[in-house]
């Protein structure tokens, strides 16, 4: 049976590691924030908004007043906010196109980040909330291996 990593490493293309970090600051710096997104994501993985958004901060303004939704799901479960609309457009094509996916992550992986949302944690997807949730996730390029409801 195949490892979680060796799956990860097959379905990621995985070339030598020093290329994809070159490649992500490349693309970064010509101005593709999606490849460089990508680029970034299959050299780390498990990476989370506050990891990446430092990461583009010198080829795309970041912070502004958008947020992301969970997709398709509960428009009360928030995954990050605090977005430049440019990025929120960015990252929600990314999800709806199934170029990166996420997956749930612990609120300290925030913390040891740098970063973390005001708001409750979201703790039950399929609860219909009437105030906004986080829900902490971490990006990658590999769907999730069980079937999960993200």
């Known amino acids: 049976m195949e490892s ?20 992500w600051d ?21 990476v989370s908004f506050v990891e990446l958004d430092k ?19 509960n428009e009360m479960i928030v995954l990050w906010a605090g977005l430049s609309e440019k990025l929120s457009e960015i990252y929600a094509r990314l999800l709806r196109e199934k170029r990166i996916f996420v997956e749930p992550t612990s609120f300290l992986t925030y913390f040891i980040d740098g970063g973390n949302l005001k708001f409750p944690l979201c703790k039950q997807l399929k609860r ?13 390029v590999v769907p999730p291996m069980r079937r999960t409801e993200l």
């Open 4 to 23: 979680n990593t060796e799956r990860s490493e097959r379905i990621r293309g995985i070339r030598n590691k020093e290329d994809l970090l070159d490649e």
């Open 26 to 46: 490349k693309l970064g710096r010509l101005g593709d924030i999606e490849g460089a997104i990508i680029s970034y994501v299959k050299a780390y993985d498990y």
């Open 128 to 140: 219909k909330y009437k105030k906004i949730h986080w829900l902490p996730i971490t990006l990658r």
């Open 55 to 73: 990461k583009l901060m010198p080829f795309i303004y970041t912070e502004g007043d958008f947020a992301l939704f969970l997709p398709d799901c």
